[in-house]
């Protein structure tokens, strides 16, 4: 089943807009929630993230919204670019404890991902 | 990306055949990960290894298998290849002691005729 959901699929906002992506998840031992950015051809990327003691993380253009009591976090986008034209992943990370090789594991729960189009 | 990379870029191969996708990393990195992407379904976990000694499944890790070579190369491999194994391949590399960011390497796109 899918642990974390995200919506929308695809999404297309005029330049200078704001882009909204949300995701949501159910297990509350993630610790941990990035976003990815992929730019087609390539792999993704960290773009920024968040950890569930703090409720808004701002980097740039770029914001992480995060409500632990409804489990839901989101991305927006201010004043959005063509550049900013990629596919978005939502992903979290299930904290399992010390492990024998150094530390807690890293493995992320990602979302299905939005393919963001900003016009001109 | 030039820190992990993965070969081949592409590759087509038919039903039936043994496969190997491969993966190098220079960043220092013991930590690494394969994952294959499908549209609408999003990155999910293959395989995961912590050190040359530590080989963990994912999530949809059958129809497949890994081999830790050294820390530094990581391969996949898909022993008798189906069409529905068709798909973006992604490895990632992290550091263990707190650092979360998994770094990706270009992607490996794989069809299965």
């Known amino acids: 089943q899918q642990q974390v959901k995200q919506s929308p699929q695809s999404l297309i906002v005029q330049k200078g807009g704001i882009s909204i992506i949300n995701c949501a998840y159910e297990n509350t031992a993630f610790d941990y929630f990035p976003w990815y950015q992929q730019f087609p051809g390539k792999g993704p990327a960290l773009l920024i993230a968040i950890r569930p003691d703090v409720s808004e993380k701002k980097e740039g253009r770029f914001t992480i919204s995060f409500n632990k009591s409804a489990k839901q976090f989101s991305l927006h986008i201010m004043d959005s670019q063509p550049g900013d034209s990629a596919t978005y992943f939502c992903a979290a990370r299930r904290f399992e404890g010390p492990m024998n090789y150094g530390g807690a594991t890293n493995k992320l729960i990602f979302g299905t991902g939005t393919l963001l189009a900003v016009q001109p | 990306d030039a820190d992990v990379t993965q070969t081949p870029r592409n590759r087509i191969t038919k039903t039936g055949k043994r496969i190997m996708l491969e993966c190098s990393q220079t960043?220092?990195?013991?930590?690494m990960y394969w994952y294959r992407q499908d549209p609408g379904l999003g990155l999910r976990l293959i395989y995961y290894s912590f050190d040359v000694k530590d080989i963990n499944k994912g999530e949809i890790s059958d129809g497949y298998s890994v081999s830790r070579q050294a820390q530094a190369k990581f391969s996949l491999s898909l022993e008798s290849a189906i069409p529905n194994q068709t798909a973006l391949y992604f490895c990632?590399?992290?550091?263990?002691?707190?650092?979360?960011?998994?770094?990706f390497g270009p992607g490996t796109r794989l069809l299965v005729l």
């Open positions: 960043k220092g990195h013991d930590r």
């Open positions: 990632a590399t992290s550091l263990s002691g707190g650092q979360e960011t998994q770094y």
